[in-house]
């Protein structure tokens, strides 16, 4: 009886011990993946807005700010998806204040960002800023490099929707380890701000930014001419694999309207770009820009490309020289295409659906996103591209019951 009784007392015990043990396991986990699940996740397409470098450069104060959010409201920019009005180098005072903290140029910007943040909110538009992960901006100016948690704190509080983290004066410090700590206080301050790391590709980014940020440059900074747009092209190369939604790869902002390009070049450009999933920043002045300009910006096929839920970057599938032909799958079982004609004169360009990854059927819908036509075609897709220039379709399989 003596050893039944120990052995009905361990039982109970070990049925106490394995509850016990079960609930206090199961009370974190519970609220782990309530608390994931009700986070918002960020950039799951790629963001789209504006910038004020390629422009403006060091030439910004607050009424330009104020002004380029009216004016993406009023072109209907807002409306086709960008919302970020972003402050590039050049915002902040030329030393930190009393508190240590970055505080706004006087001069340029007197009512401080919090007020241009409560600004561009009101528009229903949202703000970006930018700093440095070394001692300095690129421009000189005061940089987030050991002061990650406190800036953070302030981005936070002034109401900041955006980060742009340069690398200059980083001091030969780990590209990795000070882009996870401005990470890591973005995250302390309970403020959804998307993180964009521009490091300009020098430590393969690809390879670790997409568990730090939302996107990363891939490059050096973008031109305004043919070549620049091409070089960087040219660099995209091998690099889808590693975008998905939440995470870009990021070929630079756009020069669509700053006059460097041609019309024919700046479609170009757009369609790449859509069709690469990158972040679409327009970087010119939008507030003067043409018709021809903003009906570039503003095509909302091209945009849904770019904008495609399933977020897989489109890639290069034939390179004939000055004729290239690049695809990105899309969430519906559609293919854009972009027939690209970077030479000197005019190509009659064509590839079949089945030789870009489609199913090999009878019949297929092609849809030009420039001219807005459709067409249907036993899988020939075909134009005749300018120089510099490119043609933009989308195709769809045509069923038996269509």
Known sequence: MKFKSIALFMGVLWVFLLAFTLLINSEPKDADSTNADEKPKLALTPPMGWNSWNKFGCNIDEELIKEIADA?????????????????????APSRDEEGNLQADPATFPGGIKAIADYVHSKGLKLGIYSSAGTKTCQGLPASLDYE????????????????????YNQGRDAVERYKE??????????????SICEWGRNRPWLWAPEIGNLWRTTGDIRDNWESVMYILDQQVGLAKYAHPGAW???????????????????????????????????????????????????EEAIAVNQDPAGVQGYKVR????????????????????????????????IRANEIGMPDVT???????????????????DARVPSHG?????????SPSN
């Open 249 to 299: 790869n990021d070929p630079d902002m756009l020069q669509v309207g700053n006059g460097g390009l041609t019309t024919t070049e700046d479609r170009a450009h757009f369609s790449l770009w859509c069709v690469l999933a990158a972040p679409l920043l327009a970087g010119n002045d939008i507030r003067y820009m043409t018709e021809v300009t903003r009906e570039i910006l503003t095509n």
């Open 319 to 350: 390179d004939q020289g000055d004729q290239e032909v690049w695809v990105k799958p899309l969430e519906d079982g559609d293919y854009a295409v972009v027939l690209l004609n970077r030479g000197e004169n005019a190509a009659f360009m064509a």
């Open 149 to 168: 948690t406190q800036d953070a704190k302030k981005f936070a509080e002034w109401g900041v929707d955006y980060l742009k983290y340069d690398n200059c």
């Open 390 to 398: 490119a043609a933009m379709f989308r195709v769809r399989v045509i």
């Open 182 to 195: 401005m990470r890591r206080a973005l995250d302390t301050t309970g403020r959804q701000i998307v993180f």
């Open 363 to 381: 019949s297929y819908k092609v849809r030009d996103l420039w001219a807005h036509e459709d067409k249907i075609t036993g899988g020939r897709i």
């Open 72 to 92: 993406m409201v009023e072109s209907g920019m807002r409306d086709v998806g960008y919302i970020y009005v972003n402050i590039d180098d050049c915002w902040m």
